[in-house]
């Protein structure tokens, strides 16, 4: 896949000019028809807040890569940019996918439907304008964007992989104290009862799929496993918000589905681009302990600007006064502060450094059914020549 999505970005950079020139035209014939489609406005608060989610994921993803790549040909560099960290977006995306599939067919009535649809739409028109579009508007500004050097070890990492016992003990008791919250939920249930399945089926295939972008069955068991912490607190958080409300307005029924969905988008984005730059340090010969806070420093600053830059999103949808997508502001805000500070930054590279080499185990006949490589970080790319000319 790397190579792939390196030759397609280095020549959406060649032809920068025509590739956002079909993208402004395809924009606006979208716009066009999205304006004249009666949706139900609610409904939409979910595709907007995970287009945001996705975008701004995706294109530090990639900003980040093309900074830290030495070439001095515009194209090249843009090329290897995209086959580092395109890998990575499309199976972040191809995680999030079969979930909207998953709300539509187990939609009750038009709301869920017409919300799977379009977040469905959203997020595959994310992942194909970032390995497209991106490379064009980045041929236009990568002699501008200065190159970064690599990225130095944080004391943070140092004294979470240094201590993983008090980290994983303070972690799993703040987000207990949050998941609390739950206690005082007003959230509508007959309208929530299919939500246990669907819970079930959307880890199971994102179990599956994590294992197959990680190789390793223990770090898509703790993927999914940080996921579901990330949900209970943030639901805990959102009940509290929720109690504390006028005693007759009720929470919108479909808020707990909707908070879940959004808090998957944001983990899944963080995870595989934390695992990925694990993977990738590991495949450089790194110790496993030494390639946690390698992959770790690699990720840390897209994880931290991302989630500020979506919890100051989030208060602007809460200032804007409408119910659900003020509440849905507040979900996203927990949701990215706790998973990304508290769990992908905290808990999941102390866990890591706890079970040191155990986390890449394998079954060779599991090994055997996962075919798809994903080639996280573009390791095939290292040492290959340039192809795109």
Known sequence: MSLTLYRIGAYCSRQRERVTGIWLVVLLVAGVVVARLDLDPQALALPSILALVVAVDYGLRIVSALRRDPSPDRDEAVGRAMGSAGPGVVCAAMAVLPAMVQLVMAGQGGFLVTAGLATFAVVLAAVLAAVTLMPSLLAFAAPRLSRRPAPTESRWGAFVTGHPAPVLVAGLALLAVAALGLRESRFARPETEF???????????????????????????????????????????????????????????????????????????????????????????????????????????????????????????????????????????????????????????????????????????LERTLALDFDLEGGKLRGHPRTHL
């Open 195 to 365: 939500l246990p399945l669907y819970l079930v089926l959307m880890l199971m295939l994102t179990y599956q799929h994590l294992a197959m972008a990680f190789r390793s069955v223990l770090l898509a068991i703790i993927s999914v496993a940080g996921y579901l912490l990330s949900v209970a607190a943030t639901l805990g958080l959102l009940a509290i918000v929720v109690s504390r409300g006028p005693a007759g307005a009720d929470p919108h029924p479909m808020l707990p589905v909707l908070a879940i969905i959004v808090v998957f988008g944001v983990a899944m984005d963080h995870q595989i681009f934390l695992g990925a730059g694990i993977r990738s340090t590991l495949a450089d010969g790194l110790a496993p302990e030494a390639a946690v806070r390698a992959g770790f420093d690699r990720s840390r600053r897209v994880m931290a600007v991302s989630a500020l830059v979506l919890t100051s999103v989030s208060i602007i949808l809460v200032a804007g006064g409408k119910p659900l997508t003020g509440t849905l502001g507040l979900g996203l805000a927990a949701g990215v502060l706790l998973d990304v500070f508290v769990v992908r930054m905290t808990l999941m590279p102390a866990v890591l450094a706890v079970l040191g080499p155990r986390i890449w185990w394998l079954p060779r006949p």
